[in-house]
């Protein structure tokens, strides 16, 4: 079984505004952000927690000596990488919120070719559960500003 989890935020800049020109009309929406998140794909025994807290991550740490932390929150990592959205922007809006995230894969095991299609396609989920992530972020925006 394969589990697949965003681990961290390493880019998250930008900015946004609402803009009320005329009390009678509708706000503006602005916003424009670069958006940067890492994410893994883990093997899982059934019932089995296969990321690692911060305080295991802390002692693998400070086992090894040099203080910094493990490359991946995985023991059992098949599949690493980067999701990045550059223009994560009120003017380039998709119609039906399909944010284009750009891919990236860091990390590759080399796992059975199945283990490695299947962790090709839990990373398409993901992505696509991070794009309606920020869909959902958009409304509430304007939903809470409106």
Not at 17 to 44: I, T
Not at 122 to 137: H, I, K, T
Request: charged share 30%; aromatic share 8%.
């Amino acid at each position: 079984r394969l589990r697949a989890l965003v681990t961290d935020v390493l880019r998250l800049v930008g900015d946004a505004s609402v803009v009320r020109l005329n009390p009678h009309k509708p706000p503006l929406f602005y916003f424009d952000y670069f958006l940067k998140v890492e994410w893994e794909v883990a093997l899982a025994r059934k019932g089995q927690s296969v990321y690692r807290t911060a305080d295991e991550l802390i002692a693998v740490a400070a086992k090894d000596g040099d203080g910094k932390a493990p490359p991946s929150v995985s023991e059992q990592r098949v599949l690493a990488g980067t999701f990045k959205l550059k223009e994560f922007c009120s003017e380039e809006e998709p119609a039906a919120g399909g944010w284009q995230l750009a891919t990236k894969v860091k990390h590759r095991h080399g796992a059975d070719p199945e283990v490695s299609r299947m962790a090709e396609e839990l990373c398409g989920v993901l992505r696509s559960q991070l794009q309606d992530l920020l869909s959902a972020w958009v409304e509430e925006y304007k939903r809470h500003w409106s």
